[in-house]
């Protein structure tokens, strides 16, 4: 190869190399960044649905969209302020909860102590109770540091959106233009398809954790079940998360079943609506909108979450997912270029 | 004729230049304005000469050369070698190619066989933009220091997605190419196997 054209392909990773390291390095750049940028690819397939077909066509959607936002910001509004109320009322019955279940576990011990003759000396509902107040106390401190961070990301999320809406074009094409000759049409080819799997996969659990949440609020809101909304957006932020989300979802309608309620009649009602919920999830919405983006082993897809988690905390788990698919996509790639050389 | 084609002209008959540049002021003027037809222009007449883009409209070309990506490559540079992935359908725009076959190597001085040497205006590799998991059956190498318009898959996807007259339009032509290199493979074969039978009737 022509020394230029090493020192090209040198300089280029270099650039790669020190970009990532950058990105590591700070994260207070990279994680607004990166929220723009999936609100950038999330809102990629509107603006070709106005930007293709006539004039008639694009008024009509464009109608249809100015439709659609105003008319779901009134559920909205009024589903965040019920689960204000929600949150409100929680916290008012959290010292009944504790006594509640300072009790049961009172009756628990007597029972062992009566069946095994065995004292427990664990207590675990003062133990939970002390670190929730140190897990609040926590929090508070950091209330001046959340508010810092979050007046940041009002400063820079709509400036880089900014850039990503208006400039990105410019600056994608001299990105590519930089691309050395030799690895010119794969990098590109793999870049576009990173770029389409991500979107598509931010866009699809987006939709298929609102369905999940909306089908959960409804029933629990129609069998009379207490914080249909809180657990509803619980159930639907914890389905992002693959495979372990469902669990995690379940387990606050549970505790808040076995501590404030007769458990025969409702808490078998509620668990047939998160079970109903669930198989949607799993039979109709899923195959339709998720795993034609995804097209992983789910043993991979359960190892990759708990990976994800461990390294980059909730977030990690829900972008792993993606970054895989598209390690496999690479992975392939090499595979079959190595098979041809030999 | 332009007037630099009118020098090659002469350059080529043996005819003497004249000592001064003889540039009417006017039509300096008119190839100086900047609101005259600059570099894009030029991109857009280049396309309009490409026999299988002729029957793109003006419009048409301009957001065709939108997609397109200009790549660079200096004398000897490989610019895909024969077993590569494919993904991109190039055109030359300044330079020339030369493309061998039985190359699998990395030594680029041994070039394998070559095929043929492709000139300004030609274009090759449309099989890498339209089959799935493409090999390139030969090795491309730059002649001299060359410019090659390309367009890849994901360009294809993209403009099937905003433009999708365009880019069925653009698909029919390529697929017309592909016909027309089947057909004469189909007539080499043809003539192959003729000399074949006719060299086993001889022995």
């Given at each position: 190869m022509h020394r230029n054209l090493k020192i090209k392909l040198f300089l280029f990773f270099f650039l790669l190399f020190a970009t990532i390291l950058f990105a590591i390095l700070f994260p207070r750049l990279t994680l607004p960044f990166g929220f723009s940028y999936i609100v950038y690819l999330m809102s990629k397939p509107l603006t070709s649905l106005l930007m293709t077909g006539s004039k008639k066509q694009r008024f009509f959607f464009s109608t249809l969209l100015i439709l659609g936002v105003s008319l779901s910001l009134l559920p909205l509004f009024a589903a965040f302020y019920n689960i204000d109320t929600d949150f409100s009322e929680f916290s008012r019955q959290l010292p009944e909860v504790q006594k509640n279940l300072q009790d049961k576990y009172f009756v628990f011990k007597v029972y062992i102590f009566e069946k095994f003759g065995y004292r427990l000396n664990i207590d675990p509902v003062t133990f939970m109770v002390k670190k929730l107040e140190k897990g609040g106390t926590l929090l508070l401190s950091q209330i001046p540091n959340y508010l810092s961070s979050f007046f940041e990301w009002m400063l820079l999320v709509p400036m880089f959106l900014y850039f990503l809406f208006f400039q990105s074009g410019k600056f994608g094409s001299k990105l590519v233009a930089a691309i050395p000759n030799s690895i010119f049409e794969k990098t590109y080819v793999l870049f576009s398809q990173f770029n389409t799997k991500f979107g598509e996969y931010i866009i699809a659990k987006f939709i298929e954790a609102t369905i999940l949440g909306t089908s959960v609020t409804i029933g629990l809101w129609a069998i009379g079940f207490p914080y249909p909304f809180v657990l509803g957006f619980i159930a639907g932020l914890t389905n992002?998360?693959?495979?372990i989300g469902p669990v995690l979802g379940f387990i606050p309608a549970l505790i808040i079943a076995l501590l404030t309620?007769?458990?025969?009649?409702s808490m078998l009602a509620m668990c047939l609506i998160y079970l109903i919920a669930n198989l949607i999830d799993m039979i109709l919405v899923f195959p339709l909108l998720v795993s034609k983006v995804v097209d992983l082993n789910p043993i991979i897809v359960v190892v990759s979450v708990i990976v994800g988690g461990q390294v980059g905390g909730v977030v990690g788990m829900i972008v792993i997912i993606p970054f895989i698919a598209f390690f496999k996509l690479l992975f392939q790639e090499i595979y079959k270029d190595l098979s041809v050389q030999l | 004729m332009s007037y630099e084609k009118e020098l090659m002209d002469k350059v080529q008959k043996g005819e003497i230049l004249p000592d001064?540049?003889?540039?009417?002021i006017l039509k300096y003027l008119w190839d100086a304005s900047p609101l005259g037809f600059g570099a894009k222009e030029n991109i857009r007449s280049f396309f309009k000469k490409i026999s299988i883009l002729n029957s793109f409209s003006d419009n048409e070309i301009r957001l065709f050369t939108k997609f397109l990506h200009r790549r660079e490559f200096i004398a000897n540079e490989v610019i895909f070698r024969q077993g590569d992935s494919g993904y991109g359908f190039y055109f030359i725009y300044d330079g020339s190619v030369n493309i061998y076959a039985?190359?699998?190597?990395?030594?680029?001085?041994?070039?394998?066989?070559?095929i043929i040497r492709l000139d300004r205006r030609q274009y090759f590799g449309e099989m890498g933009l339209l089959e799935d998991f493409n090999r390139r059956s030969a090795t491309v190498i730059a002649n001299e220091n060359t410019v090659l318009l390309g367009i890849f898959k994901p360009d294809l996807e993209k403009m099937l997605e905003f433009y999708p007259v365009l880019g069925a339009k653009f698909l029919r032509e390529t697929a017309l190419i592909m016909a027309n290199r089947m057909g004469q493979l189909t007539r080499e074969v043809m003539s192959l196997k003729k000399k074949i039978k006719e060299l086993e009737s001889r022995v």
């Open positions: 992002i998360l693959p495979y309620h007769d458990p025969k009649t | 001064k540049l003889d540039i009417p039985n190359h699998l190597n990395n030594n680029i001085e041994e070039r394998g066989d070559l």
